[in-house]
């Protein structure tokens, strides 16, 4: 029996990939993340990929690793915090997945990514007063797109070992995300 692949979603600074990390050590799956896997198919950087080729011609990119990525059912996948705004790429992540919103509030996101901000595509031209509120107007253009494809949300703001935890116990529940040996694994 096959597994199918937890795809984290949310917005920068959520803790896709940390939790997707742990998730993926617990159940002893192959973790991929979506903008690690761009720069290593394509050896240039996202940040370098938005600059040569706007965001548009990055979502291009970015469409073609998520529809590649999402014919393998036994991942854990940390996506790109626009990765959704693309129908086709939900599309493809639900054929072999199961997508779940990490949920942070804005204030913490703006917290978390202040180092370290001028490497985002998306914020690297905001001074430290108007990051908050250009990922305001973020989340609000995302937050529908997040919420109709995900099947579950998570509290990300809390540790990312609890809310990995949570989701794998999550997962136990579904019943058909793992696979009868994973769910042996991760229960008492």
Known sequence: MMSRSICLTGMMGSGKSTVGRLVADRLGRRIADTDTELCRWTGVQVSDLFAQHG???????????????????????????????????????RTSGVVVLLDVPVEVLAERLAPGAETRPLLADAT??????????????????YEAASVARFDAARPPGDVAEDIVQWAVSCGDVLTPSEHEQVTP
């Open 128 to 145: 430290p007063d108007e990051r908050q509120d250009r990922l305001r107007s973020l989340f609000e253009q995302r937050r529908q797109r």
């Open 55 to 93: 965001e548009s011609g990055f979502r291009e990119l970015e469409r073609t690793v998520v529809v590649e990525l999402a014919r393998h059912d036994d991942l854990v996948i940390a996506l790109g915090g626009g990765t959704l705004l693309d129908d086709v790429n939900v599309d493809a992540l």
